[in-house]
Each structure stands twice: as C-alpha cells, then as structure tokens.
T-cell receptor, first 112, second 110 residues
Framework: EAQVTQNPRYLITVTGKKLTVTCSQNMNHEYMSWYRQDPGLGLRQIYYSMNVEVTDKGDVPEGYKVSRKEKRNFPLILESPSPNQTSLYFC???????????FGDGTRLSIL | QKEVEQNSGPLSVPEGAIASLNCTYSDRGSQSFFWYRQYSGKSPELIMSIYSNGDKEDGRFTAQLNKASQYVSLLIRDSQPSDSATYLCAGEKGNYQLIWGAGTKLIIKP
C-alpha cells in the first residue's frame, strides 16, 4: 500500500529537549515536504526536498532542521524545541509535476 | 494579500443541496490547482485536481477554474453530512510546491 508514515503520532515534551519526527514514503517520490498547521493559519511549509541531499527552506523554517540522506526518508529535527512550536505537523510527498501531494497521518507535538 | 484566499466559513448547507466553495489566487503563473478535504485532526486528502479553464466533474464533485479571473471553485452536489469538513484550496507555484489557502469549514445540516 502506497503511504507516507510519520512517527510519533503524538508527543508531549519539554522546552529544549531535542526531538526528531520521522517521515518515510514507499512511493519512490523525489519531492518531500514538511508542513505545520495551526488554527486559522492553514498549512505552512517548513522545509522541502527535491531529491536526496537537496533541501530548501519553506515559509517558516526557523527552529527546524531537516535532512534527506535517502530518497524514502525525510526527518524533521527540532534541536531546541520551544512552546511556539506546539502544532500539528504533516509530512507529504509527490511524484512532482501535476501530481497531488500524499500526506502522512500527522504528528501532534506539544512543547511545554 | 494572501496568495491563495478562501472564506473561512463556516458555510452551512442543508443536506441534499449544492455546496459551493470558492478560492481566489494572486499568482498568474499558477497552472495547477487542487482541492483537499480535511476532517478535524486528520490529514488532508485529495478531492479534485484541475489544470485547464472550465469544469471538471468527478461524481458529486465539480471543480471550476477561471484563469482570467483567477478563481477556483468546488461544487458538491447532493451534499451529505459526511461532507462536513474543512476544504483546502492549493495552487502550484513551481518546484512542486503548493500554496495553500487557510480552508473553508463546511457544515452539512441534516
């Protein structure tokens, strides 16, 4: 089954404790992206990757890092999380061109 | 001005009626547009994609694109309570990136 898998689905942690949210897709998609979603603000892109070792900032990259060492994986790293990063996070991938983006189930992060 | 704008709603429609959702965009270079449905706390799922001026129909859903006026719409015929969700409009801006509207909350009243 074609899918985008995110882990964990839920996480409550404290300010400053480094965390990683993993994202993996099994569709051989070149393009992957991370979004955060906050009430009233819609989906905002954090980082995206066009291919292995090719990443670029989206609209709200501050406080986040990503890496793309393998085509299937695109982890999101919060090195020193802060409460304003409490949000619902989605990973997505696409074949590109006019193809739609496929989303993971989401990760709800709470930073206390 | 936001690049993709949607009325946040909520839009309340009686069951069985037609729901009409609208979206305007500012980037004339956008060629592809997508409508996603999102239930509360869930991930967005693709409903329709449209690339050419005119209408595109798929079951109870019809997407309309007017590039001259820079708007995209989604019509849902015979609305069902299960259609109650937030509908997100997105336009492609190049490099496979999408620009997202904030979404319109649709409520179908039985």
């Amino acid at each position: 089954e074609a899918q985008v898998t995110q882990n964990p689905r839920y996480l409550i942690t404290v300010t400053g404790k480094k965390l990683t949210v993993t994202c993996s897709q099994n569709m051989n998609h070149e393009y992957m992206s991370w979004y955060r979603q906050d009430p009233g603000l819609g989906l905002r892109q954090i980082y995206y990757s066009m291919n292995v070792e090719v990443t670029d900032k989206g609209d709200v990259p501050e406080g986040y890092k990503v890496s793309r060492k393998e085509k299937r994986n695109f982890p999101l790293i919060l090195e020193s999380p802060s409460p304003n990063q409490t949000s619902l996070y989605f990973c997505a991938s696409t074949l590109g061109g006019r193809q739609p983006q496929h989303f993971g189930d989401g990760t709800r992060l709470s930073i206390l | 001005q936001k690049e993709v704008e949607q009325n946040s709603g909520p839009l309340s429609v009686p069951e069985g009626a037609i729901a009409s959702l609208n979206c305007t965009y500012s980037d004339r270079g956008s060629q592809s547009f997508f409508w996603y449905r999102q239930y509360s706390g869930k991930s967005p799922e693709l409903i329709m994609s449209i690339y050419s001026n005119g209408d595109k129909e798929d079951g109870r859903f019809t997407a309309q694109l007017n590039k001259a006026s820079q708007y995209v719409s989604l019509l849902i015929r015979d609305s069902q309570p299960s259609d109650s969700a937030t509908y997100l409009c997105a336009g492609e801006k190049g490099n496979y990136q999408l620009i997202w509207g904030a979404g319109t909350k649709l409520i179908i009243k039985p």
